[in-house]
C-alpha cells in the first residue's frame, strides 16, 4: 500500500516536474517491484513459483531467470518416490537437498512433490501389494517428510489419487488396493513427521467443476469434518486452448471448505489464447483470498515436458514472452490478501487455577480401519466439565498388534499396554472440548477400550 502511494506520488510529481533528487533517492527502492514476477506476487501476499530442474541449476540463462523471477520452487522430479528411495529403506536425497539449498540462498520457499503417487514408484514398490505396500508407503511418508522437516512450505502428500471421467471415484492403483483409507493415512503419517508443512492433496483436469474435481472436494469435506489433517489442494493447470468458466469458481468451492488452494504445475498450450489464459489464471487465483501462490511447471519453453507446445512464459533464450507480461500485468493489477487482524487484546486468558478435584476428567473413544496385517486408528478425546491441562491414554492392544507411527500424541511402549500423552498444542483443553490423535499399527487391533485421565 505504501509502495503503491509512493508510486503514485512519483507519478503525480513527476508530471509537475518537481520530482527532487531525495525524493528519488526514497523511491528507489520501488524499482523492482511491479517488473519481476516474485516481487509483483509477493506485494500481493502470494508467491509465484517454478518447477526446477536441478540438473540445469548450472545453466547460466536458466538460473538467471529463475533467480529474478520466481520467489517459490518445486522439484519436477527429484523428490519423488523413485528418486528419494530407489531401493526399499534406503533413501537418497541428493537432488532434493541441492534444491532446498538453491532456494534458501536466493529467498525462495519450497513445495514439496509428492510422497505419493501411482506413478514414478520405484520399482520395488511397483511390485507390491497389501499390508507390505501399506506399511512401505506410510514408512516412505514419515521418512522423506522427516528428513525435509521444517524446509517445505506445502507438501504434495498424494498426487492424482482421482480417476478421470465422469465417475467422480479413485483411480485404480496398487495404492488404491491397499485400502480407501490410504489417503488419510499418508495425511497423518505426514502431519506428524513435519507438522509446520502444509499438506495438499493435488491433482489435474480439475480445472472447472466437473465430476472429478466434484470427487475431490466431498473427499476434502470429508477430511475436514473428520479432522483429518489436510490444509491445501493443488490445482495443477495443464491448459489446452480454452479454460473453463468456472475456474475460479471452483477454487473458491475449495477454499470455502476451509483450506487453501493453489495453482501447483500451471501451463498452457501456445496460440492466440495462451497469453489471455495465463492471465485468466492469475486473476483467479488473486480473487481467491485462500490462494497462496502459482507455480508454472518448468521455466523455458524448451524446459518443458509439454515439449512443442511452448507452454512456458520464457522462449528458450530465456526472453519474457506476452503470457509473461499478461502474468505480470494480473499480478499487478490484482488483489492483495487481506492481513489477518491482530488477535482481540479483550479476550481473557485461559483460567490458570487448578481445577477443583472431582471435576478433571476427560473420555476417549476410538475408531479403527483395518487391512489385511494393519490398522489405523483414530481417537477421540472429550474433555470433561474442567477441562484439562493435559491428558493421557491408555490401550492395550491385542497380542501380535503393535504400534509403528503416532500423530498428535507420544506413545509410550508399543506392544500391550501403550500410553499416548497429548503433545504441546493439544493438551489444553475447554470443558466438552475435543481433540483427535491417531496410530498407525501392524497386527490386528479389535476390541480396543480406551481409558481416559487428564490432568
Ligand atoms: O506429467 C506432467 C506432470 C503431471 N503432474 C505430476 C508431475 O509430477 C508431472 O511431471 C512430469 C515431469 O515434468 C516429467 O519430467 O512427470 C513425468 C513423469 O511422469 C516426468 O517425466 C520423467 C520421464 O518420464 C522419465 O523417463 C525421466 O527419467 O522425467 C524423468 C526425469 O527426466
Known amino acids: 500500500m505504501r509502495l503503491k502511494r509512493a508510486l503514485r506520488a512519483t507519478v503525480t510529481l513527476a508530471g509537475a516536474g518537481v520530482l527532487t533528487a531525495a525524493m528519488m533517492v526514497s523511491l528507489a527502492p520501488a524499482a523492482s517491484a511491479g517488473t519481476t514476477l516474485r516481487a509483483s506476487a509477493a506485494e500481493k501476499g502470494r508467491y509465484f513459483g517454478a518447477a526446477v530442474a536441478t540438473g540445469k ?15 517459490s520452487v518445486v522439484a519436477e522430479n527429484e523428490m ?44 520395488w514398490a511397483q511390485g507390491m501389494s497389501g499390508s507390505a505396500l501399506r506399511n512401505a508407503a506410510i514408512n516412505h511418508v514419515t521418512q522423506v517428510a522427516t528428513h525435509f522437516r521444517g524446509k517445505i512450505y506445502a507438501w504434495d502428500v498424494v498426487n492424482e489419487a482421482f480417476a478421470d471421467g465422469g465417475s467422480g471415484g479413485r483411480r485404480d492403483s496398487n495404492l488404491q488396493r491397499t ?4 489417503i488419510e ?19 489435474y483436469n480439475t480445472d472447472g467443476i466437473n465430476a472429478k474435481s466434484t470427487g475431490i472436494y466431498n473427499m476434502v469435506r ?29 477454487l473458491q468451492r475449495f477454499a470455502d471448505l476451509g483450506v487453501d488452494v493453489q495453482i501447483t504445475e500451471l501451463d498452457v498450450m501456445t496460440g492466440g489464447n495462451q497469453a489471455n489464459i495465463y492471465g485468466a489464471v492469475t ?26 507446445d511452448n507452454a512456458l512464459l520464457f522462449d528458450c533464450n530465456g526472453n519474457k514472452k506476452s503470457a509473461f507480461d499478461a502474468v505480470l500485468n494480473a499480478l ?18 485461559p483460567n490458570p487455577t487448578t481445577p477443583p478435584p472431582g471435576q478433571v476428567g476427560c473420555s476417549a473413544s476410538v475408531s479403527v480401519n483395518s487391512w489385511t496385517g494393519g490398522f489405523v486408528a483414530t481417537v477421540k478425546v472429550t474433555a470433561g466439565s474442567a477441562g484439562t491441562r493435559g491428558w493421557n ?22 506392544s500391550g499396554s501403550v500410553r499416548f500423552t497429548n503433545v504441546s498444542y493439544n493438551g489444553q483443553l475447554a470443558p466438552g472440548q475435543v481433540t483427535e490423535f491417531g496410530f498407525q499399527g501392524n497386527g490386528s487391533a479389535t476390541g480396543l477400550t480406551p481409558i481416559c485421565a487428564a490432568s
Open 57 to 71: 541449476l548450472s545453466t547460466s540463462t536458466y538460473v538467471n531467470v529463475l533467480n529474478r523471477e520466481f520467489n
Open 80 to 123: 519423488k518416490w523413485d528418486a528419494t528411495e530407489p531401493q526399499q529403506g534406503r533413501f537418497s536425497y541428493t537432488g532434493g537437498d541441492r534444491l532446498v539449498s538453491h532456494a534458501q540462498a536466493n529467498g525462495m520457499s519450497v513445495r514439496g512433490h509428492a510422497l505419493l503417487w501411482h506413478a514414478q514408484q520405484p520399482s
Open 179 to 182: 485400502g480407501n483409507d490410504w
Open 185 to 203: 493415512a499418508a495425511f497423518r503419517a505426514a502431519r506428524a513427521a513435519d507438522p509446520g508443512a502444509k499438506l495438499c492433496y493435488n491433482d
Open 222 to 250: 470429508d477430511f475436514k469434518s473428520r479432522g483429518v489433517p489436510i490444509d491445501c489442494v493443488g490445482f495443477q493447470s495443464h491448459l489446452g486452448t480454452t479454460l473453463a468458466g468456472d475456474y475460479q469458481a471452483n
Open 283 to 308: 486473476r483467479a487465483c488473486l480473487a481467491v483470498s485462500r490462494c497462496t501462490g502459482i507455480t508454472v511447471w518448468g521455466v523455458r519453453d524448451c524446459d518443458s515436458w509439454r515439449g512443442s
Open 332 to 349: 499487478n493489477s490484482g488483489t492483495p490478501i487481506p492481513t489477518t487482524p491482530p488477535p482481540n487484546p479483550t479476550t481473557p486468558p
Open 393 to 414: 491414554v491408555n490401550l492395550t492392544l491385542p497380542s501380535g498388534a503393535s504400534v509403528t507411527n503416532t500423530w498428535s500424541a507420544t506413545a509410550s511402549g508399543s
